[in-house]
Structures are given as C-alpha cells and as structure tokens.
C-alpha cells in the first residue's frame, strides 16, 4: 500500500489531523509502517512500527478525543514547561507527548535505562523499543525479576538519575517498568514533572510507596524513607 492508504483502517479510531501527523513522521523515514497494536490506554494507543531497514519502533498515539482531557489539564497547568497553555484539547494531549519526549531526552542523556525518543510531532510520539525481534518486553507486573534486590537497586538507581537530571516519574508502578532481560526500564514518562512542581516530594514519594508494595508482596523489604533521602541527596 502506499502513502495514507496503509493508515486506512485507523480511520474512526484517530482523528484526521492525527492520522496526517502519523503520515508525516512515516514520510521523514521514522518508520514505514504500523504493525501490532501493543496497548489500548485511558490517553494513548501504542503501536509497533517496522522501519524500512528491518528494525522496529514503538509509537504512541494520544487520543485528542480521551475522556481524561480535564484530569490532564489541570495535572499540566503547574508545569513551568508549560506556561500560559490553553485548554484547547489538541493543545494539551500534545504537551503531554512533549512532556513525554523532552523527559525521555533528559533522562536518556543521564544515563537512565528509558527508550530512546526519536521524534515527537503533535501527539505522536516515536521511541525506541525495548525489547526484541518487534516484541514489546513484559511489564514487572508480568514479569518478576529473577534476582529481586538487584532488580529494586537498578530501579532506584535510575530514580536518582531522573532526579538529578531534574525530574520525577510521577507514575512508577510495576505497570511502567519493563523487565527486559532481568533489567528494568522505566517507561510512560508522561507524567513526569520538574523539581520546581507543587508537592513534588508527595509525588516521588507515592512512587517509592508503589514499589514498596509491589516488591513487599514478593518479601523484599523496601525502606521508603531510606530510598526517598538517597535519591534527593543523590540528585542535588
Ligand atoms: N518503548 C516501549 N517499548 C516496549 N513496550 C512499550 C514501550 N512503550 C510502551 N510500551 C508498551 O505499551 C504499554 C502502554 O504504554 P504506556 O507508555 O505505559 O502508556 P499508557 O499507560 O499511558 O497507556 C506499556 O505497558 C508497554 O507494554
Ligand atoms: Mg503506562
């Protein structure tokens, strides 16, 4: 198939603009074509993408027309980054996926185990996927570590890198973190907001609390206050 013809069948499924945002990152070669749906989320789907050279891309398309529009508006407002944004849909689904692309960019910078982002354009983001042979790596939550320390040290690990390059998740859970080959990546950074943010130590510290819980079921003990004062004199 050729040009907007292969995007046929995502007709109902995503909007006109979106579907010529999603032809245009095809045109400037960031893949050739969708494969596999991988998710169906609240704001976004997430796709495969298989590029002219054989090798695969994630992309994740968020929805302008999601019923979360509002909760995502007021969580953006108080971002710096974000400044004076309206509350016109397509304006802040699109800060979302920015928001997405410039923490994956810092972050990745650092060091820190994320996808790496490759473009982004309106609502559509194009990244790195981790995993193999076109196959997304299964969730934590899919997926326990064989070796539970080393895993939740990895983890932590890459919590100060974010930190010290100027930001939190704001959304860790075992849903967000792919076990991929006993390593763990951290993905979906949408969420994820500077250190100037209201009551951002809550947030890291709701973070830390999921992965408390989370290895807690599986008998690691994991100090929430030990960890949140390791990362914020690690990152200063
Ligand atoms: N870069 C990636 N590599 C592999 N799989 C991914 C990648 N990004 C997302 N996924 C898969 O898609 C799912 C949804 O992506 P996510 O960014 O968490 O969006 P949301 O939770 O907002 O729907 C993830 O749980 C994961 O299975
Ligand atoms: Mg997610």
């Given at each position: 198939m050729e040009g907007k013809e292969k995007f046929r069948t995502y007709k109902g499924v995503f909007d006109e603009r979106t579907l010529r945002t999603i032809f245009k990152l095809e045109s400037e070669g960031y893949f050739d074509e969708l494969r596999s749906p991988v998710s169906i989320g609240k704001e976004s789907n997430v796709f495969t993408a298989i590029k002219k050279d054989g090798t695969y891309v994630i992309i994740k398309i968020y929805r302008v027309?999601?019923?979360?529009f509002k909760r995502m508006y007021r969580y953006i407002g108080p971002d710096a980054r974000f400044k004076?944004?309206?509350?016109q849909r397509r304006k802040v689904i699109s800060a979302w996926a920015q928001r997405e692309y410039r923490n994956l960019l810092v972050a990745n910078k650092i060091g820190a185990k994320v996808p790496v982002p490759y473009a982004v354009s309106e609502n559509v983001l194009v990244m790195e996927l981790i995993g193999d042979g076109g196959e997304a790596a299964p969730r934590l939550k899919d997926c326990r570590p064989k070796d539970l320390k080393k895993f939740s040290k990895e983890l932590i690990k890459n919590l100060k890198l974010f930190y010290k390059a100027g930001?939190?998740?704001?959304?860790?859970?075992e849903f967000n973190i792919l076990n991929y080959n006993e390593k763990p990546y951290i993905i979906d950074l949408s969420h994820g907001v500077r250190l100037?943010?209201?009551n951002v130590d809550e947030l890291l510290e709701r973070d830390i609390k999921n992965l408390e819980r989370y290895f807690n079921k599986l008998s690691l003990k994991i100090d929430v206050n030990t960890v949140m004062k390791g990362i914020i004199k690690n990152g200063i």
């Open positions: 027309n999601n019923a979360d004076g944004l309206s509350n930001f939190i998740h704001g959304d860790l859970s100037d943010y209201p």
